[in-house]
């Protein structure tokens, strides 16, 4: 699952700064990387919030990332992305349709789409027409940093682990991912998929302020963002929080054995049901590394 990197546009702004000052309310955590240690752990482990694409030369890897990665003995992401036919699962998965795309948008709209494919990624929406529409909501995702080609974190931080010959673990499954999309209506991301078209170049230029306030790491900003979200409206329970809460028994898990080096999104991060809450409401001890 991605940090989401679109809003509607500007008439979010008064509820995107209503967001930013609950979380700032509720605690002063503005850090992407946090030590995990206490509650009976023998050595420590670590949690790094991402963006999971960004222009390449925005990513840096700080000293204290590096110095963590080298300490930790394993990787675990939100998904195992290193596992074999990871690729022709995800394309059995895709296609797995409960409606094809042409009867989830008017002839207007889907003749909107398909120039707009055709100009943005070279293919028309016929290519997408016997997959789900959150795999076309995907692609689409790949185009809003302006750069050639944009990098994923998760990507870089796999690399680093296999020079370091270190194990990769996912706290899901893909199927587990696929399973949460299957609980958001066909209608509901057809909707995403207009609205996020309507707006793309707004969205691309909001773009650019996550990527500042990932650089900065201001985790506030970034959370409220990935809430203010077109896709993540009237899914936030679903996409974020049960999924933060069912992550918790499995790192508590994994920490016991290893020390681990996390890597979620930044958005599961912050707030009342954030990664970092729970892990201190499970008395952990949580330190941000900068």
């Not at 309310?25 to 963006?51: E, H, M, V």
């Not at 494919?117 to 689409?140: C, E, Q």
């Not at 994923?152 to 673990?169: F, G, N, T, Y």
């Not at 999924?243 to 912050?270: D, E, K, T, Y």
């Given at each position: 699952m991605t940090l989401r990197v679109v809003r509607y546009g500007q008439h979010l702004w008064t509820g995107l700064l209503c967001i930013v000052c609950a979380l700032q309310g509720q605690t002063q955590d503005s850090a992407?990387?946090?030590?995990?240690?206490?509650?009976?752990?023998?050595k420590p482990s670590y949690l790094f919030g991402t963006i999971h694409l960004i222009c390449p030369e925005s990513l840096q890897f700080s000293d204290a990332l590096q110095s963590a990665f080298q300490q930790s003995e394993k990787l675990c992401l939100e998904m195992d992305m290193d596992q074999p036919g990871l690729m022709l699962k995800t394309m059995r998965l895709s296609m797995q349709v409960r409606q094809p795309l042409k009867e989830l948008f008017t002839a207007e709209q889907y003749a909107h789409i398909d120039q707009f494919l055709k100009d943005s990624l070279g293919i028309g929406l016929p290519v997408f027409h016997r997959m789900r529409p959150f795999t076309l909501l995907s692609a689409l995702y790949t185009k809003v940093p302006r750069c050639r080609k944009p990098v994923s974190v998760e990507e870089k931080l796999m690399e680093i682990a296999r020079r370091q010959r270190k194990e990769v673990d996912g706290l899901e499954t893909l199927e587990d991912q696929f399973g949460v999309f299957d609980q958001i209506p066909d209608t509901a991301q057809a909707r995403?998929?207009?609205?996020?078209?309507?707006?793309?170049?707004?969205?691309?230029?909001?773009?650019?302020?996550?990527?500042?306030?990932?650089?900065?790491?201001?985790?506030?900003?970034?959370?409220?963002?990935?809430?203010?979200?077109?896709?993540?409206?009237g899914f936030e329970a679903l996409l974020l929080q049960q999924r933060n809460r069912r992550w918790i028994p499995m790192m508590q898990q994994a920490m016991s054995n290893a020390s681990v080096f996390f890597a979620?999104?930044?958005?599961?991060?912050?707030?009342?049901e954030g990664l970092l809450s729970l892990l201190r409401k499970a008395g952990y001890s949580i330190e941000a590394l900068r």
């Amino acid at each position: 699952m991605t940090l989401r990197v679109v809003r509607y546009g500007q008439h979010l702004w008064t509820g995107l700064l209503c967001i930013v000052c609950a979380l700032q309310g509720q605690t002063q955590d503005s850090a992407l990387l946090w030590k995990i240690s206490g509650n009976g752990l023998s050595k420590p482990s670590y949690l790094f919030g991402t963006i999971h694409l960004i222009c390449p030369e925005s990513l840096q890897f700080s000293d204290a990332l590096q110095s963590a990665f080298q300490q930790s003995e394993k990787l675990c992401l939100e998904m195992d992305m290193d596992q074999p036919g990871l690729m022709l699962k995800t394309m059995r998965l895709s296609m797995q349709v409960r409606q094809p795309l042409k009867e989830l948008f008017t002839a207007e709209q889907y003749a909107h789409i398909d120039q707009f494919l055709k100009d943005s990624l070279g293919i028309g929406l016929p290519v997408f027409h016997r997959m789900r529409p959150f795999t076309l909501l995907s692609a689409l995702y790949t185009k809003v940093p302006r750069c050639r080609k944009p990098v994923s974190v998760e990507e870089k931080l796999m690399e680093i682990a296999r020079r370091q010959r270190k194990e990769v673990d996912g706290l899901e499954t893909l199927e587990d991912q696929f399973g949460v999309f299957d609980q958001i209506p066909d209608t509901a991301q057809a909707r995403m998929i207009w609205e996020m078209i309507q707006d793309f170049s707004n969205q691309q230029t909001e773009f650019l302020h996550m990527v500042e306030a990932y650089r900065t790491e201001n985790l506030p900003v970034l959370s409220a963002m990935t809430q203010a979200a077109p896709d993540m409206a009237g899914f936030e329970a679903l996409l974020l929080q049960q999924r933060n809460r069912r992550w918790i028994p499995m790192m508590q898990q994994a920490m016991s054995n290893a020390s681990v080096f996390f890597a979620v999104g930044a958005g599961h991060l912050a707030g009342k049901e954030g990664l970092l809450s729970l892990l201190r409401k499970a008395g952990y001890s949580i330190e941000a590394l900068r």
